[in-house]
């Protein structure tokens, strides 16, 4: 049976030595810091106590209380058992089990105090619990991600790099949950058992949000959404988060928001809840009207439009500034490679000026461009660049195509890699793969950097083996050599201009 706090019956369900199933009631009341206000009182055959299921049933449901009711050989009642739920400042740090608080069994004919009082009680002390997030106190998270088809190795390199976008937007992540599965749930990501088991994460561990690491369809985010109760994000709109935070320009504040808009717009429709249909009046005028989900995509389209038209205007200021620098034929080295990988700092580094350097992704967004002296007296513009990062959101790539269309215009690139991570053949592919979408053929130089971070000669052994140079930026170590190849490539013996046909294929050995 459910009871409500009056004591009234609400719903009875009959099952077998197997199961129960439980009326859908949607999302009434429940939520955040408030219970279902509904108390479940059910048999078991045996004298078994409380279950695992019902300790599951008691967390994803946030009943009240959970009451089970043994039988003794005779049939007759023997002990209740009843279970409810524990603020997150009651519980112990680490046991899986905790959430929840047991009270001493003992005949249901003995029970005796002031349940109302004592749930209501309880539910102040949630409340409290979860009442809401003190200033500069940075976000709870679980991250979440399926194998789907991708090896061990693969899962855990995955993982470490969603760790470093949340620490980048500010999160702290306090759980992962993995599953082994051929391919995400197409409603749900995660299969049903594991989703369960994510839930009771969530709510013993007090989380704000679930960053789940494949891309969400808006049907697994609304499902998800709703079966979490909690805010679920995915890669994508961390990314963009954290687009959101580092843009400082005009030009980077414009292309994110055009990222982000691209990003919502197809996912309006499963806003069902607020689509309602706006009435007119009078001759004419009477019908279902327009809804409010087409208000609202036809003004999220209306911003697209100038913003589009905003960024083409700045398009083209930066092509005349563009031009102007090509009349005076000076050689452009661009600065480009995966996120943090150290390119704000290789270009303070070389240039000995201030520039922004953190050690998060995507703390660069906006083109900073600085001048270089070469030791034989020749000056090029070395220009410093949004980092990349596999499976780029396609509409960040085109929101920033405009930003990025200067690579074109590059005399060389240089492809700064951090040397100190496990898998720089991937990060080196996913920049290529990203240059090559935004038709970029300039030379490439390879820059193994951060090699501080690893054995004497190991940096310089590996940037060998890819025609590379190996620097430390952070301690200002093999910058001679680097600028000297650069010098090599950018000028030929004769001082004739820089060779640009070889392309990322052709000078990536040298």
Known sequence: MLLDRRGLVQHVMVGDAHSISLPDWGRLRAGRGRLRGLRCVHTHLGNEGLTRDDRTDLLLLRLDAMVTVGMDDDGLPAVAHTAALVPAGDRAPGDRNAGIECLDPQPPAQIA??????????????????????????????????????????????????????????????????????????????????????????????????????????????NLGERMELRVIDRTQLILDIFAQHATSRDGKLQVELAQLKYLLPR???????????????????????????????????????????????????GNRRQRRGRRAVPVLSIVGY??????????????????????????????????????????????????????????????????????????????????????????????????DIDVEA??????????????????????RHGGVAVSALHRTGLRGLLERAERMLWAEDDGPPDRTGGLAGLAGM
């Open 113 to 222: 105090f002031d349940f109302q009082a004592w749930i209501r009680d309880r539910e102040a002390a949630l409340a409290r619990d979860s009442g809401g997030q003190r200033i500069g106190e940075r976000e709870r998270a679980i991250l979440v991600s399926v194998t789907a088809g991708r090896s061990a190795r693969d899962l855990r390199v995955h993982i470490d790099e969603l760790r470093e976008l949340a620490h980048s937007a500010g999160v702290d992540i306090v759980d992962v949950v993995t599953q082994n599965r051929p391919r995400v749930d197409p409603k749900t990501v995660l299969g049903s058992g594991k989703l369960d088991d994510l839930v009771i994460r969530a709510f013993q561990d007090d989380v704000d949000l679930v960053i789940v690491d494949q891309d969400l369809t808006p049907t697994q985010a609304r």
């Open 268 to 318: 309006l429709a499963q806003r069902a809840e607020v689509s309602l249909s706006r009435l007119a009046g009078g001759i004419g005028g009477r019908g279902p009207g327009e809804t409010k989900l087409e208000v609202d995509r036809r003004r999220t389209r209306d911003r697209l439009t100038r913003l589009e038209r905003e960024l083409k205007k700045l398009a083209a200021q930066r």
């Open 339 to 436: 996120t943090n990988a150290g390119k704000s700092t290789l270009l303070r580094a070389l240039t000995r000026t201030e520039v922004h350097v953190a050690d998060q992704m995507f703390a660069t967004l906006d083109p900073t461009s600085r001048r270089l002296r070469f030791p034989r007296e020749r000056e090029v513009i070395i220009t410093d660049t949004v980092g990349f990062i596999r499976d780029l959101p396609a509409d960040l790539v085109t929101a920033f195509r405009a930003t990025l269309e200067e690579l074109a215009d590059a005399s060389l690139l240089l492809h700064v890699v951090d040397a100190s991570t496990g898998d720089c053949e991937r990060r080196i592919e996913a920049v290529r793969r990203v240059l090559r």
């Open 443 to 464: 030379p490439e130089l390879l820059v193994f950097n951060q090699v501080d971070r690893m054995a004497d000669g190991e940096g310089a052994a590996t940037a060998g």
